[in-house]
């Protein structure tokens, strides 16, 4: 099952408000903070599923016995929507390596269309635990397409997707193609339009972020 932020109450459904909001949205750099802010909380649960080691720390006055995480996950982001909420992953996992993809909609005359993946940028990724970011989780096809890139090209460890608000389609598709992939997520809506946004959703993540493409 997918671990989904707000089946809790937390302040994080403050941010979360935020972000849907049509008018408080129109403020560019607190649509990016909220992401950034969600970003953080959802790390910080990722972060409980890792393996711990017993480490002693050396004080001004003595040892201090504390369990230190034994992984430090590489951050994957899908350009551009994904920039906001990938920083708040990278405020929690300071040593963290990063990665980044371009992948896009090729749509044919019908309206049907496939995830092209143009570009990635990464460090060697065997062996690596990975956290893919995006902040819509719509149909599900462009993670998949992503992560099956990835694990074509690396052995990797382990992978988990994080998104802000998923659609119930797109995470049923990610857990179709992808069984041993654990999916975090702030909210998940029932519907999508015939062009496959989210409803209710928050809009297009990208221009919210960083103005209409042209």
């Not at 090209?153 to 992978?159: G, H, K, V």
């Not at 998104?163 to 069984?179: C, F, Y």
Request: charged share 20%; net charge negative; with cysteine.
């Amino acid at each position: 099952m997918p671990f989904i932020l707000n089946k809790t109450d937390s302040i994080a459904n403050q941010f979360l408000a935020e972000l849907r909001d049509a008018e408080i949205q129109q403020d560019k750099g607190r649509f990016r903070r909220n992401q950034q802010k969600l970003g953080g909380i959802l790390a910080y649960e990722i972060s409980k599923t890792f393996p711990y080691t017993d480490s002693e720390i050396t004080t001004p006055l003595g040892i201090a016995n504390i369990n230190l995480p034994n992984v430090q996950p590489v951050l994957v982001t899908i350009l551009r929507a994904g920039l906001p909420f990938h920083q708040g992953f990278m405020d929690v996992f300071e040593q963290s390596e990063s990665a980044f993809i371009t992948a896009c909609r090729k749509t044919n005359k019908s309206g049907a269309f496939t995830i092209q993946v143009d570009h990635i940028s990464a460090p060697n990724l065997d062996g690596k635990t990975l956290i893919i970011i995006d902040t819509m989780l719509a149909t599900g096809q462009s993670i998949v397409r992503v992560c099956k890139e990835l694990l074509a090209q690396y052995q990797i460890a382990e992978l988990h997707v994080a998104a802000i608000i998923a659609s119930t389609e797109g995470i049923a598709h990610v857990r179709a193609n992808l069984p041993k992939v654990k999916v975090w997520v702030c909210a998940v809506d029932e519907e999508m339009t015939s062009k496959s946004y989210i409803v209710p959703g928050l809009g297009d993540a990208g221009d919210l972020a960083f103005g209409e493409k042209a």
